[in-house]
């Protein structure tokens, strides 16, 4: 067996016996709630509220006197339909807040509780339980109708025509459904819907992430049917229960009576007795009155009143006040510095834009227009502008068909080849125009927030713990961060370049100044190096580089010795990397912890 089989052999009995300590750690309900558990509560509560929605709407149907004709007529069909449809009110102005990005940037940014900057981290899984529950109340309510339209047309009752919505007893319920305006709004909205919701995949989301922004562009569309959904009148109330309450009796006109004399004539005629006289005061009421409610007057129906723009109405108006705001302010000019091309395909740019702040941890939307006038894309702010450097660096890492088309655009106006190592660009080429919208806020901007914090990052997932360590390098900031734990894994020692500088010079400048217990920094290499190859390569000789260990780390070592250095106090665990990485350290983190540790687990994600 040669050495690099028994790196690999050896690699991966390592990894399966992290696997197992890590699923052996025995969670604590404390720190499970602290770690993200209020997301599952906080589903828990909202399933319940619109549950109780569906329920007040569906018995509110069966109960109201109202619909009592409407009722006869389609049963339960008008119970579930009117159940699902509340359930959409609601969840379709909710769920527009999370997208608010601004809003929730704002008050980001305030000095809050922990777990509140918790719950406007979560504005994506918000977003998402709310679009699920569209989607299931979306289902019960094409069903629900599906049914009207066939008890319209089976049950049509020709002495009430104002409720029916069939012209005749018989007629296709598929003819009811496509002749009105509901039953057509209703149709393009489910496609519509359906057309969202597929293109919301992940998989769709990575490999095309222009699709997914252009369909979810069709939710002005589906918002504009949803308020007509209702226009066409189809369900209908009565609205004078005063003088006719449903189901009276009603009378037909009494025919002309004859003359005293001719009656009686007719009596004696008949051999039948006088009749006998009835005194009004001494009666009954039952005597002289029936006990059954007669009508007064026929009934009177109207179209049933839409509440739909009562519900978003607000929402949308704010969401639209803040696009307008985003669309205003992004506008303003972007100033290429410079662009560096680095290896394992990540790109360097280096912006400036006036008035333009930003903290470690946030990340900014960049548009290209030479490339697509729509689509906006996330990526993490790696050096924030300070007073003497006003400018900003993005590394964009080259996945998937936007990132792919920069990075040739990039390199036509360079005219320089792709496999070039590190490429600077002069201010004089044309180079495509940019536009940055943000910055916005993210779960790492609260490293500098505790004593003791623990940065986690696997690949190109470093990006945001660059930022803290370039505002550690220029003391930009004043926090009560007192040590620094970097964690750093990649399958390429390449990736290291990146930000070999910074790290080198970052820690330098910390031995320096006699703290060098401030910064602990840990590399880890998961792809075993190839035979024959040298270790360290030249380019990392610096010594904080010489410490290079092969292999996936074991975090559950880390942590312990992270939580036994500093027992007793609450530390920041921040990840940014693959998902089996996030989970791996969301499980230890909570794991019960020896010396009342608490590890607040932080996963950066864009929404």
């Given amino acids: ?17 992290n696997s197992r300590q890590i699923r052996k750690s025995r969670v604590s309900i404390c720190s499970w709630l602290r770690n993200g558990g209020f997301k599952y509560i906080f589903a828990t509560i909202w399933l319940a509220l619109n549950a109780g929605i569906f329920c007040w709407s569906f ?16 049963g339960m069909g008008l119970y579930l339909s009117r159940g699902s449809a509340s359930v959409i009110n609601v969840n379709a102005a909710v769920i527009l807040l999370p997208m608010c990005r601004s809003i929730f940037a704002i008050f980001r940014s305030k000095h809050m509780h922990r777990s509140t900057r918790r719950l406007f981290d979560s504005a994506k899984f918000i977003h998402i339980l709310c679009a699920l529950l569209i989607c299931i109340a979306t289902a019960i309510h094409c069903v629900a109708h599906f049914f009207n339209a066939f008890n319209f047309s089976r049950q049509y009752n020709s002495e009430f025509p104002d409720v029916n919505v069939a012209q005749y007893r018989g007629q296709s319920p598929c003819w009811i459904i496509f002749s009105t305006v509901p039953g057509v709004t209703g149709c393009v909205m489910v496609v519509t819907l359906t057309a969202i919701v597929l293109t919301s995949c992940r998989a769709v989301r990575t490999s095309r992430h222009e699709l997914f922004r252009y ?7 589906f918002y504009a049917l949803l308020v007509s959904h209702s226009l066409g009148g189809v369900l209908k109330e009565q ?3 005063a003088v006719h309450s449903p189901g009276c009796i009603t009378i037909p006109e009494p025919m002309a009576e004859p003359e005293p004399e001719t009656y009686l004539l007719m009596r004696e005629y008949r051999g039948l007795q006088p009749e006998p006289e009835i005194n009004m005061i001494n009666s009954e009421p039952d005597d002289i009155v029936n006990q059954t409610t007669v009508c007064i007057e026929k009934p009177v129906f109207r179209s049933h009143q839409s509440e739909t723009w009562c519900f978003i109405l607000i929402p949308a108006c704010l969401y639209l006040i803040e696009r307008l705001w985003r669309a205003i302010r992004s506008r303003q000019p972007v100033d290429v510095i410079s662009i560096r091309m680095h ?18 941890g946030q990340y900014v939307l960049l548009q290209c227009p030479h490339i697509s006038q729509l689509e906006w894309h996330p990526f993490t702010i790696t ?13 964009i890492r080259v996945r998937g068909d936007w990132t792919v088309a920069l990075q040739e655009d990039l390199l036509k106006s360079s005219g320089t080849m792709k496999d070039s190592k590190v490429k600077d660009f002069q201010e004089t080429l044309e180079l495509p125009r940019f536009y940055v919208d943000g910055p916005y806020g993210s779960p790492s901007e609260d490293v500098f927030r505790y004593r003791t914090s623990v940065c986690i990052a696997g690949g190109v997932g470093v990006t945001p713990y660059a930022a803290v360590l370039q505002a550690l390098l220029d003391e930009s900031r004043k926090s009560k961060l007192r040590r620094l734990y970097f964690i750093w894994v990649c399958r390429d020692w390449e990736c290291f370049i990146w930000f070999a500088e910074l790290i080198s010079t970052l820690h330098k400048k910390l031995w320096d100044s006699n703290r060098p ?7 880890y290499l998961s792809k075993p190096s190839k035979s024959g190859e040298e270790w360290p390569p030249p380019v990392l000789q610096q010594p904080v580089f010489s410490r290079i260990e092969q292999g996936r780390p074991n975090f559950k070592e880390l942590l312990d010795e992270v939580t036994l250095c500093n027992s007793g106090s609450d530390i920041g665990v921040f990840v940014c990397g693959p998902r089996k990485l996030s989970q791996k350290v969301h499980r230890l ?15 950066e994600t864009f929404s």
């Fill in 215 to 221: 369909s979810h562009q069709l939710f002005f569309l």
């Fill in 589 to 603: 983190c909570n794991a019960r912890q020896k010396n009342k540790t608490k590890l607040h687990f932080n996963k």
């Fill in 343 to 360: 290896p394992c395909d990540v790109i360097e740019l280096e912006l400036m834009q006036d008035d333009f702040s930003a903290k470690p």
């Fill in 383 to 395: 050096s924030c502008p300070t007073k003497s450097k006003p400018t900003f660096k993005l590394h």
């Fill in 517 to 523: 217990d401030f910064l602990v920094v840990r590399l």
């Fill in 59 to 74: 018995y509110l149907y069966k109960l109201d006197v109202r619909y009592h004709y409407l009722r006869q007529m389609i």
């Fill in 1 to 17: 067996m040669s050495r690099q089989q028994q790196q690999g052999s050896m690699h991966q009995r390592q990894n399966a016996s």
């Fill in 239 to 241: 609205c004078n229960v």
